[in-house]
T-cell receptor
């Protein structure tokens, strides 16, 4: 299993540009989430999904959109990039009904810089 | 929302020393995880431990859910243990597997 994969690893955007961060998991997990990590801080939840077609907002959702059309994929869209969105973005997945575990597993992260 | 406090914020050890990291949380949880973020930024799962005690090699963890704290023990520390250790929790509910709240972490430096 590849686990949770994210692309790209690095990205530089200009203010006002839009882009999509990709996330995929092959662990048959039902839940997927996006977090951001700013320097010297813990991770903060942006959006999450408990199944295909179901998404909800986390702690810091402004400026981001998500959709979940399949169990495996959960892309994060930046609508109009701002310097305040410079951060490291982590995707995570969890909840295997067979094992009844809520343990979250994280991807390697995408380092985004907005100039 | 739930508050998560980790202590100490910074810890410097000599190789071979033991240490205890603490995580206090403000409400009932049914998900508690410890992570190690290595110097390359990867988040590595250490323990999934909403209650009880677990051990994995030189690391062990204990969560006392009724008193709202968890402890991570590192014995015979090695330089490769350096990095940031995060505690993350979620309150009971259908979405608790998708909504972790992180503490600010403990920065551990192990010197040779």
């Amino acid at each position: 299993n590849a686990g949770v994969t994210q692309t790209p690893k690095f990205q530089v955007l200009k203010t006002g540009q839009s882009m999509t961060l990709q996330c995929a998991q092959d662990m048959n997990h039902e839940y997927m989430s996006w977090y951001r990590q700013d320097p010297g801080m813990g991770l903060r939840l942006i959006h999450y999904s408990v199944g295909a077609g179901i998404t909800d907002q986390g702690e810091v959702p402004n400026g981001y959109n998500v959709s979940r059309s399949t169990t495996e994929d959960f892309p994060l869209r930046l609508l109009s990039a701002a310097p305040s969105q410079t951060s490291v973005y982590f995707c995570a997945s969890s909840y295997d009904r067979r094992g009844l575990s809520y343990e979250q597993y994280f991807g390697p992260g995408t380092r985004l810089t907005v100039t | 929302g739930i508050q998560v406090e980790q202590s100490p914020p910074d810890l410097i050890l000599q190789e071979g020393a033991n240490s205890t990291l603490r995580c206090n949380f403000s409400d009932s949880v049914n998900n508690l995880q410890w992570f190690h973020q290595n110097p390359w930024g990867q988040l590595i799962n250490l323990f999934y431990i909403p209650s009880g005690t677990k051990q994995n090699g030189r690391l062990s963890a204990t969560t006392v859910a009724t008193e709202r704290y968890s402890l991570l023990y590192i014995s015979s520390s090695q330089t490769t243990d350096s990095g940031v250790y995060f505690c993350a929790v979620a309150r009971p509910g259908e979405t608790s597997g998708s909504r972790l709240t992180f503490g600010e972490g403990t920065q551990l430096t192990v010197n040779p």
